[in-house]
């Protein structure tokens, strides 16, 4: 290609007789190749980079790129971890969420609502003004705040009216950190099923841990996009992320028959300078508790302050041998067998020797021939021994294995343990082991074991499973009691008949405390020896009585057990009864349970 620039020429000088005019003529004049390329291959290389740096940006960095653009736009919301509450069967608070606030300072932005522009408050401005709203003294406040710049915790636990008060002052650099703190509104009634979290709001022990996933509410991580200026937009919500449950759990237990049974079994514990007591309530048609008092106890609102001894349930993790009060339970089992005439009688001659182990009754006394009310209402070892010898050592045993003393019960009470039961080929084999069994000895079970088969004498021969919580509820709404359930296990007609015997040891035998005229009520007192480690221990009891009501209409069994009582006399009659007798009596008030019968004039 030939390039050719333009140059001037003068052109050569003509003769005389020519035209006196000049002309100019232009010629292209040729430029260097070589530099022409160098400035097309730059200018080529230069958009060649630039697309190459497009497609760098746009395919291999772009999801990077989003990503950090979204960081920008979207405000992540971390959920704070609440839970929910839970309720009595009347709905009063157990345990709620409270919102809580943690006070931050940042000194370096100090500044007071109408100051200049670029004007900053000193750690002494702002303490003047914290002091008075926070109950804090000045000097701490400045002392905590003063040399640094950012980041100060003043303060922890405010509640919301003490925060907004913060807010009102409207002091540049103070920063206002929500969280849920747990609260037990109750203190102490509820803290042996219920449990606590701990500063860390992990479940330490009772409903809160064994209940755990369904008291924690549904919360989502939240992200919020946003515009240029802030303004918050409503795309890139998922379905469901703003959605918060009013959900609360919904206990059996009554708070006002809790309070009862509390301060009462307290009282009698600490009068009797005894180890620890219990007492319960259960409904028999569905095996729902109405109460479940224990001492000593704790506040889960200060937790710290006691010894992690408390924070369990012995009732339903510790097992003993329930001595007498056993004995109603066994004489069912006899009629059940027809090893025994309802109408029979036995001879109680006050010792008797088995397999070379002697037996007696607590007084060392014999009572001569007597009836089955009457076994029940002297509690003689002795007769029992003798009316259960009528039952085979194997269908003894296959009963008590088929009423469950060796099998953890279905309950929804957390930490409930299985009882502990001599085997097959040892009640077979050893007369004193089914002769011990026989007044509720040489065997082991739980507070809430020995309910429950109470409970089975008054659901006419019904075995229930004892249970705290009715489940979820939404709103205000409380779920209604459940239909009565249960295994059939003895005849209704046998069941009757134990009760109606039950009910003269409270008309004329050790139960007479709790006789209340008007209400037909049966019971059994036991005052067992204590074991340790298959040793009995010298001068320790366990006390307790049971009682059903209203015998023709059975719907209520009560429960108490008071561990180691101090005192010569102490015994079920004088230690357990006081305290079954005002949880009776608030129970027929609480369930308006009319009189059985007329009060006599």
């Known amino acids: 290609m030939a390039v050719h620039r333009l140059e001037s020429r003068r052109p050569a000088p003509r003769s005389s007789s020519g035209s006196g005019r000049q002309r100019r003529v232009l010629t292209l004049s040729p430029v260097p190749t070589g530099r022409l390329w160098a400035v097309y291959l730059l200018m080529a290389a230069g958009l060649g980079g630039l697309a190459l740096r497009l497609a760098w940006v746009q395919v291999v960095q772009g999801p990077e790129l989003l990503d950090r653009a979204r960081a920008v736009q979207t405000q992540t919301i ?11 069967r009347q709905g009063s608070l157990v345990a709620l969420d409270e919102e809580r606030f943690t006070l931050w300072a940042h000194p370096r932005y100090f500044a007071f609502p109408g100051d200049d522009i670029g004007k900053l408050r000193s750690p002494l401005d702002v303490a003047r003004k914290l002091s008075s709203v926070l109950a804090l003294p000045m000097a701490d406040l400045v002392r905590a705040m003063e ?111 809790q309070q009862v049974a509390q301060m009462a079994l ?229 069941a009757q008949t134990v009760l109606n015997w039950m009910e003269t040891v409270v008309e004329k035998g050790s139960g007479k405390g709790t006789y209340i005229p008007g209400h037909r009520i049966g019971g059994k007192t036991g005052t067992a020896q204590k074991a340790e480690n298959g040793v009995y221990i010298p001068g320790a009891r366990i006390t ?6 209203p015998i023709n209409d059975p719907r209520y069994v009560v429960l108490v057990v008071v561990d180691e009582p101090k005192g010569g006399n102490a015994y079920g009659s004088t230690v357990a009864v006081p305290v079954a007798r005002q949880i009776i009596e608030s129970l027929l008030v609480i369930e308006k349970i009319p009189p059985s019968k007329p009060v006599a004039g």
């Open 78 to 88: 971390t959920p704070l971890g609440r839970r929910r509450t839970i309720v009595d």
């Open 147 to 257: 040399g640094r710049k950012s980041g100060v915790k003043l303060t922890s636990d405010l509640d919301p009216e003490t925060a907004q008060r913060v807010r009102e002052l409207g002091i540049s650099g103070i920063d206002l950190e929500p969280y849920p703190q747990r609260v037990y509104p109750q203190g102490n009634l509820f803290a042996n099923v219920v449990g606590f979290l701990n500063l860390e709001r992990v479940p330490q022990a009772g409903l809160e841990q064994s209940r755990n996933s369904d008291l924690r509410r549904h919360e989502a991580t939240r992200q919020l996009r946003r515009g240029a200026d802030g303004t918050p937009l409503p795309d890139g919500l998922k379905a469901g992320v703003l959605y918060g449950d009013d959900l609360r759990l919904q206990l059996t237990l009554d708070a006002r028959l």
């Open 266 to 494: 307290t009282k009698q514990v600490k009068q009797w300078n005894a180890k620890r007591g219990v007492a319960l309530v259960m409904d028999v048609r569905n095996g729902e508790l109405l109460a479940l008092a224990s001492t000593p106890t704790y506040d889960p609102n200060q937790f710290w302050k006691y010894k992690p001894g408390l924070f369990r349930e012995w009732s339903v993790q510790d097992l003993y041998e329930p001595g007498s009060t056993f004995k109603p339970i066994n004489l069912a089992i006899a009629l059940q067998e027809n090893a025994i005439d309802p109408a029979g009688k036995v001879n109680d001659n006050g010792q008797l020797t088995i397999g070379g182990w002697p037996i007696f009754n607590h007084d060392r006394k014999g009572n001569g021939v007597i009836d089955f009310p009457t076994v029940l209402q002297v509690s003689s070892n002795v007769a029992m021994v003798k009316a259960m010898q009528r039952v085979k050592p194997a269908k003894f045993w296959n009963w008590l294995h088929a009423l469950g003393i060796d099998t953890k019960p279905d309950t929804d009470l957390p930490g409930a343990v299985a009882g502990q039961l001599k085997s097959l080929e040892t009640f077979r084999t050893q007369p004193i082991e089914p002769a011990t069994a026989a007044f509720g000895q040489g065997f082991n079970l739980t507070p809430l074991k020995l309910l429950q088969l109470h409970a089975m004498l008054s659901n006419g021969g019904k075995l229930v499973s004892p249970h705290i919580t009715r489940g979820l509820r939404s709103g205000d709404d409380l779920a209604p009691a459940p239909p009565s359930t249960g295994l059939q296990l003895i005849r209704p007609e046998i």
């Open 544 to 549: 307790s009585f049971v009682a059903h009501l």
